[in-house]
């Protein structure tokens, strides 16, 4: 019985292997020769393979969008005083114990036909009235309309400083002298076409042209230069 099994067995194998043979299953690559691992590993081999992904687009800057700069608003039109200066040292109030806090601004205001163009300082008739910054007295001037006047010019000759209504001049006061800031010029009073009951001083600064006239000039309000006096 062994020996029976035995050569049917072999018979077996010889005839699968004829088989084979001649349908070429034994030759690599058929489907019939194909081992465990080839099975496992067809499917990775079949799949296609993926299509490149487009190149991801460039990362948006971190720097925030650049917009259009604004239009400057044009430069105002130059004015006379452009640059305009009263020197390197704040005026002195003109009237020895005046407050700046007791000022009131009267340069725009009307004086008959004419703007003020000058400033009123109230004081008690015979108080002290002092030059405001470092010049020289270029005229002594009495007026209808101002009374008892002295024109100060700066040390630079280019500003005039005007004091009006004196009730009489200091001692030794004359023309061409040079003066100092606080010395005294004259006394508040009310001559000229100032009321008797209300004796002040009517102090004017106005810009010289260069003719150095000293009656005529570009008017500029002192009230903005008082408000820092003492």
């Not at 009131?104 to 004081?123: M, N, P, V, Y």
């Not at 024109?151 to 002298?177: I, M, P, S, W």
């Not at 008797?196 to 230069?225: D, M, S, V």
Request: net charge positive; hydrophobic share 40%; glycine share 10%.
């Amino acid at each position: 019985m062994i020996v029976v099994f035995v050569v049917g067995f072999l018979a077996g194998a010889l005839a699968l292997y004829y088989f084979f043979w001649r349908t070429g299953g034994l030759a690599p690559g058929h489907p019939l020769a194909r081992t465990t691992a080839d099975l496992v590993a067809a499917p990775l081999r079949a799949s296609p393979r993926p299509a490149p992904s487009p190149s991801p687009a460039a990362a948006p800057s971190s720097r925030p969008p650049a917009f259009p700069q604004p239009t400057p608003f044009p430069s105002p039109p130059a004015t006379p005083f452009e640059g305009f200066a009263l020197g390197r040292e704040p005026l002195v109030m003109p009237v020895e114990g005046a407050k700046a806090v007791d000022l009131r601004d009267s340069f725009e205001e009307k004086r008959g036909s004419h703007r003020h163009e000058a400033i009123d300082i109230l004081a008690p008739r015979g108080t002290p009235v002092i030059a405001a910054v470092d010049g020289s007295i270029e005229k002594l001037f009495t007026s209808k309309q101002g009374g008892l006047t002295v024109y100060e010019f700066d040390r630079a000759r280019n500003t005039c400083y005007y004091y009006a209504h004196l009730d009489r001049y200091a001692d030794g006061v004359k023309e061409g002298q040079l003066v100092h800031r606080r010395d005294r010029l004259g006394y508040v009073g009310s001559t000229g076409d100032a009321s008797a009951e209300a004796p002040h001083l009517h102090f004017a600064i106005f810009q010289l042209g260069p003719e150095k006239r000293w009656w005529i000039g570009t008017p500029i309000n002192p009230y903005p230069f008082l408000l820092g006096t003492r």
